[in-house]
């Protein structure tokens, strides 16, 4: 198994679901937010770790090289954090799938489970959405989420593809953010005593990561 991000949020998790389960697992990082999210496994005998980047073709070739699937999850991910740098963000969300899904083709490899989100959809009256609901992406973020949803379905050619639109996640990770709203209100919660809300009137779809994690991998590993 290959995990591009495999030390992050949701793919730490994932990293030690795999190992705990015997694979073989090669993760494709550059560990921008540190290595502490795979601390404790780092030297497992199962485990390849390749310090490296998404967008650069030789160290996206050197990981799929031998592997059997992949998942594609690391990305700049969040509105804020691609408003920083629209032509990086671009370059890491998008372009970077291009090569991914090129890598996979060359090495015939049999899955590639990509992470999408569900703000492919933007703001909707409805409050169920599906597989056929329309989308409307209105961040740079949701839209190069569909501009690699998109190159992924159209161009692999030996590549079984699986795109997960995960919904906004949450909880505790060993690689932890806080940048995320439920982890935001508990931190505030915990250090103010107090959480504060602005509206009220608004929903969206939450899931603790060790739960989009599992996700992963189930789709990535049964048949």
């Known amino acids: 198994i290959l995990l591009t991000g495999g030390a992050g949020y949701i793919g730490s998790h994932l990293t030690r679901m795999y190992l705990d389960e015997g694979y073989k697992v090669t993760i494709l990082d550059n560990f921008t937010y540190g290595s502490k999210g795979i601390e404790g496994i780092k030297n497992h005998e199962n485990l390849t770790v390749i310090n490296g ?61 990509f992470a999408s989100s ?33 190159y992924i379905l159209n161009n692999c ?17 060993p690689r932890q953010r806080y940048d995320l709203v439920i982890n935001t209100l508990t931190a505030h919660g915990i250090i103010n005593g107090k959480i504060n809300i602005t509206g009220g009137s608004q929903w969206r779809p939450f899931i603790h990561c060790k739960d989009a994690a599992k996700a992963f991998f189930q789709v990535s590993t049964e048949p």
């Open 53 to 113: 980047d998404i967008a650069n073709i030789r160290d996206v070739t050197s990981a799929v090289k031998g592997v059997n699937n992949v998942i594609a999850l690391a990305a700049i991910v969040g509105d804020p954090a691609c408003g920083l740098n629209a032509e990086e963000t671009l370059n890491l969300n998008y372009e970077s799938t291009k090569l991914i899904v090129e890598a996979c083709d060359f090495y015939g490899i049999d899955r590639l489970v």
């Open 157 to 173: 050619r030996n590549v079984q593809p699986i795109i997960l639109r995960l919904a906004t996640v949450f909880g505790y990770s």
């Open 118 to 150: 569900c703000s492919v959809y933007g703001a909707s009256d409805n409050k169920i959405l599906n597989e056929t609901s329309p989308i409307n992406p209105v961040s740079l973020y949701a839209r190069t989420r569909v501009f690699s949803e998109d």
